[in-house]
C-alpha cells in the first residue's frame, strides 16, 4: 500500500492549490486520512483529517474556514483545497492514513502510512 501526494507548486499569496492524495493497492473506506506540513527544524504539524466511516473532517485553527479536505466517490483520493493561502502556509505537505478513527487525530504518531510530501510555496 502505498500513498502519493501531488499538487504542490508555487502559488502567490491569496491564491489557492489543491493537494490530492491518492492510494495504490487499497481504497480509503475505513480509514482516517490526514494532511500534515513540515518547515525546516519544525515538527509536522496537523493540518487536516478525513473521517472515512462517518465523513467527519477535522482542521487545525490555522486551516478553519481557508481549507476544505475532502474524498471522491470511489474512495481512492482525499483532496485538500488550500484558499486564501499565506506565506506562512509555506512547506512541505505530507498524507497520511490509518485505519479507523483515533480522538488523537492531531497526532502524526496515531497514522501509519505516509505519502512522499508535496511541496507547497507561497510567496508574498
Known amino acids: 500500500v502505498q500513498l502519493q501526494a501531488s499538487g504542490g507548486g508555487l502559488v502567490q499569496a491569496g491564491g489557492s492549490l489543491r493537494l490530492s492524495c491518492a492510494a495504490s493497492g487499497r481504497t480509503f473506506s475505513g480509514y482516517t486520512v490526514g494532511w500534515f506540513r513540515q518547515t525546516p527544524g519544525k515538527e509536522r504539524e496537523f493540518v487536516a483529517a478525513f473521517r472515512g466511516d462517518t465523513r467527519a473532517t477535522y482542521y487545525a485553527d490555522s486551516a478553519k474556514g481557508r481549507f476544505t479536505i475532502s474524498r471522491d466517490n470511489a474512495r481512492t483520493t482525499v483532496y485538500l483545497q488550500m484558499n486564501s493561502l499565506k506565506a506562512e502556509d509555506t512547506a512541505v505537505y505530507y498524507c497520511?492514513?490509518?485505519?479507523?478513527?483515533?480522538?488523537?487525530?492531531?497526532?502524526?504518531?496515531?497514522?501509519?502510512?505516509w505519502g512522499q510530501g508535496t511541496q507547497v510555496t507561497v510567496s508574498s
Open positions: 497520511t492514513s490509518r485505519p479507523g478513527f483515533s480522538v488523537h487525530y492531531w497526532d502524526a504518531k496515531q497514522y501509519d502510512q
